[in-house]
């Protein structure tokens, strides 16, 4: 078989062409893969930073801390001492009538167990005390719900706990709707 003659001349072209795609798929290939190459470089904190101290207060604080205490959290790591202005001292939340007066909070609309142990904290544990909220007392509480705030307002959190506290469970049912 005799090949013609354009073709013999082409082939040392075609050759070094298909040798220069191998070489250059090789290359390629070779660099998408990661490699360590010499020693591992270390975290900064391995060379003797300090960790970051901005939410060392938090990590500090026992998980009952909370903002109505009027004592400013201090952190272990603070280089200069931090404004912090007072915090009212809070009157106490109304008394329940007896000892053992407790609710199930989270039939109010808007109250789930996070907040009904916020309120626990407060001393807070049945409809008849949020029921006899005034405007300040409202207020008062508002300020330790975090990110909950402006809930007892919204969620008309008296007004379903006088319903409630009433025993008036079809009223309740008509402004609020069935919450058992």
């Given at each position: 078989?005799?090949?013609?003659?354009?073709?013999?001349?082409?082939?040392?072209?075609?050759?070094?062409?298909?040798?220069?795609?191998?070489?250059?798929?090789?290359?390629?290939?070779?660099?998408?893969?990661?490699?360590?190459?010499?020693?591992?470089?270390?975290?900064?904190?391995?060379?003797?930073?300090?960790?970051?101290?901005?939410?060392?207060?938090?990590?500090?604080?026992?998980?009952?801390?909370?903002?109505?205490?009027?004592?400013?959290?201090?952190?272990?790591?603070?280089?200069?001492?931090?404004?912090?202005?007072?915090?009212?001292?809070?009157?106490?939340?109304?008394?329940?009538?007896?000892?053992?007066?407790?609710?199930?909070?989270?039939?109010?609309?808007?109250?789930?167990?996070?907040?009904?142990?916020?309120?626990?904290?407060?001393?807070?544990?049945?409809?008849?005390?949020i029921a006899s909220w005034t405007d300040a007392d409202i207020e008062r509480v508002d300020a330790t719900l975090g990110r909950f705030s402006g809930r007892?307002?919204?969620?008309?959190?008296?007004?379903?706990?006088?319903?409630?506290?009433?025993?008036?469970?079809?009223?309740?049912?008509?402004?609020?709707?069935?919450?058992?």
């Amino acid at each position: 078989m005799t090949m013609p003659a354009n073709f013999q001349e082409a082939l040392p072209l075609i050759l070094l062409g298909l040798a220069l795609l191998v070489a250059l798929w090789v290359i390629v290939r070779a660099s998408r893969k990661t490699k360590v190459i010499g020693e591992e470089k270390g975290d900064v904190l391995d060379e003797g930073a300090a960790p970051a101290g901005r939410n060392q207060a938090l990590i500090d604080s026992s998980p009952s801390a909370s903002q109505d205490t009027g004592i400013p959290l201090e952190t272990a790591t603070a280089e200069k001492p931090v404004n912090v202005e007072p915090v009212a001292a809070a009157s106490p939340p109304p008394a329940a009538t007896s000892a053992s007066a407790t609710d199930d909070l989270k039939r109010i609309k808007g109250l789930g167990p996070k907040l009904v142990t916020l309120l626990a904290e407060q001393g807070i544990t049945s409809f008849e005390q949020i029921a006899s909220w005034t405007d300040a007392d409202i207020e008062r509480v508002d300020a330790t719900l975090g990110r909950f705030s402006g809930r007892i307002t919204r969620d008309q959190w008296v007004e379903q706990a006088k319903l409630l506290s009433a025993g008036d469970d079809s009223s309740f049912s008509k402004a609020f709707g069935n919450n058992s």
